[in-house]
């Protein structure tokens, strides 16, 4: 599986067998966990065997069953851009995790946010979770914008590997699918902005990884 055919089958998962995170699958995702947090300076840790997080009314809220690992965003309160910071780095390794077979799911929200293992220095903070193992299902595609709502350029005027990206940006997850991004082409140069709102710092990290990921061009956050 390569990262485009990962963008298409990445889909939100909240039921998991009890299969743990063995072996190579477990070494290549640690690998690129510190890969990711020697680049971005966050704090990005693993936890694995580690029910309880989960086990929550919370999480029993957000249809959460059988979550026995989970990936913990941390960062400094110092960073600049910290949120869109852990949503770039976190896609990279969520779509590193689709391709080693595994399921994930971005939460904000329904967790244990007291239960999370994670260690949390002063001064730092947990942004977000994002639970994974093997799921049950694969989940199921979500229900998308249309592209004028979320682009400013019509799809005949798009160069192939603009287009490439926006696919791939409207395939990303968002928080409750509020899709509240907005991409553009300026001269040769791709831009997002994020629009007003809860988590949207968020998701304009993920949007942007799953754009440059697909179409191999940058993408400037403005
Ligand atoms: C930043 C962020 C926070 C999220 N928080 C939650 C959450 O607390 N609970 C939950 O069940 N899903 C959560 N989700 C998952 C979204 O609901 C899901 O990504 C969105 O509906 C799109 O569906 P898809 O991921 O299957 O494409 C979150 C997603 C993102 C990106």
């Known amino acids: 599986m390569d ?28 690998t690129l966990i510190q890969e990711c947090n020697r680049e971005s300076g966050l704090n990005i ?11 929550t009314l919370l999480g029993h809220y957000g249809n959460f069953t059988g979550v026995n690992n989970y990936i913990a965003l941390v960062g400094s309160k110092k960073l600049k851009d910290l949120d869109e ?25 329904t967790y244990g946010k007291g239960k999370c293992k994670a ?7 947990i942004v977000c979770v994002i639970s994974i193992g093997y799921g049950a299902t694969n989940g199921t595609s979500h229900r998308s914008k249309e592209l004028s709502k979320l ?14 990206g926006v696919e791939a940006a409207l395939l990303a997850p968002t928080a409750m699918n509020q899709q509240k991004f907005f991409i553009d082409l300026k001269g040769e140069e791709a831009v997002i902005k994020a629009n007003f709102g809860p988590l949207t710092k ?15 061009h940058k993408c400037k956050a403005n």
Not at 86 to 94: L, Q, S, T
Not at 119 to 125: A, I, M, Q, R
Not at 151 to 158: A, F, L, R, Y
């Open 3 to 30: 990262i485009k055919e990962a963008i298409r089958e990445r889909h939100s998962v909240r039921q998991y067998t009890p299969d743990h995170i063995m072996g190579d699958v477990r070494t290549s995702l640690e």
């Open 45 to 55: 840790q693993l936890i694995t065997d580690d029910p309880e997080c989960f086990d």
């Open 85 to 109: 910071l852990a949503g770039y780095y976190g896609e990279k390794i969520v779509l590193e995790a689709q391709m080693l077979g595994l399921n994930t799911c971005w939460v904000a929200g």
């Open 119 to 125: 260690h949390v220095d002063s001064g730092e903070k």
């Open 151 to 164: 682009c400013g350029v019509s799809e005949k005027d798009m160069p192939s590997w603009f287009k490439e």
């Open 202 to 216: 968020l998701d304009l990290g993920i949007v942007r990884y799953n754009f440059e990921a697909a179409s191999g």
